[in-house]
């Protein structure tokens, strides 16, 4: 059983892993934190955090252990062999991936800790740098009942559509399902914009019109305005979804689904970073249709 007042462990403080972590700073939670870059945790720190050196001193001192990185490999890495987290997690604590990873992995997570008697979860999110900003992310998870709502009340304070989607490996299918939406609709979203530019609108008022009807989208909505501003920081990387959308059309295919959508998105991100624009984010797709790079 998970106490009262757990101490937690957060693994992986960039873009949206620091906004995160600030939210259960907040809440009261105590909190070590790690990166690779000890630099991304110096806000946390400030703000009351405990630095950790090292993956396996999280694990030994945490009883919950958020992971929220980069790619699959990372993840395997972090979580096993002598200096991960499972083989150095005390018994009855609690292991959440954040990260979008495959589901393969996460059923392979979850086996392992429950063999040494730890409960895992695999917890993707959706909402990207504004939704981990405003503590409003979309969190999708798997795993058993019980170890949800035993830390039900932590992703609550990084989320506020917080939904148990089945047994392990079911949040990183949920996952999939939400990038496949937003490939197809994120090139949508940009030819819109690039159509409304040529026709001589102005694009901002257009975006007014077709964001209220049946057109309207979250990246209508919160990137779209990005666009016109010409602003393509990242709030998601353009390498993360390539990664993302590679995974997405394996399963798809394990499963003999045909998602052309989702293959000529992939394409289309691939072409985008090899123009260099692998880490901006993922609305500077207009970029590459627009023939500005």
């Not at 991304?40 to 703000?47: A, F, G, P, S, W």
């Amino acid at each position: 059983m998970l106490t009262k007042n757990p101490t937690i462990g957060f693994i992986g403080t960039g873009v949206m892993g620091k906004s995160m972590a600030t939210h259960l700073i907040k809440a009261g939670y105590s909190l070590l934190v790690y990166n690779r870059t000890k630099a991304k945790t110096d806000e946390l720190v400030q703000l009351g955090a405990k630095w950790t050196s090292t993956v396996a001193e999280v694990a030994k001192e945490a009883n919950v252990i958020i992971t929220m990185i980069g790619y699959p490999k990372d993840v395997e890495e972090t979580y096993f062999g002598s200096e991960g987290i499972l083989a150095n997690a005390g018994t009855g604590s609690y292991v959440i991936d954040m990260t979008t990873s495959t589901p393969s992995l996460a059923k392979q997570i979850y086996q392992a800790a429950k063999d040494t008697g730890i409960y895992a979860l695999d917890a993707p999110v959706s909402g990207g740098d504004i939704g981990a900003r405003d503590a409003k992310l979309t969190i999708m998870v798997g795993g058993d009942e019980d170890a949800f709502e035993a830390v039900s009340p932590i992703l609550h304070t990084m989320g506020t559509n917080v939904l148990l989607q089945g047994g392990a490996g079911a949040g990183q299918h949920t996952k999939m399902s939400n990038q496949i939406a937003i490939a197809s609709g994120m090139m949508a979203v940009c030819e819109a914009i690039l159509y409304a530019e040529k026709a001589g609108l102005d694009p901002t008022t257009v975006l007014k019109s077709i964001s209220a009807g049946s057109a309207g989208s979250w990246s209508l909505s919160n990137l779209g305005p990005r666009i016109i501003a010409e602003d393509f920081s990242p709030g998601f990387f353009v390498k993360h979804f390539i990664k993302d959308m590679r995974i997405a059309l394996d399963s798809a295919k394990e499963m003999g689904i045909n998602t052309p959508g989702l293959a000529l998105a992939k394409s289309l991100y691939e072409e985008l970073a090899e123009k260099g624009e692998e880490n901006s984010g993922t609305h500077a797709l207009y970029k590459l249709l627009a023939n500005k790079i």
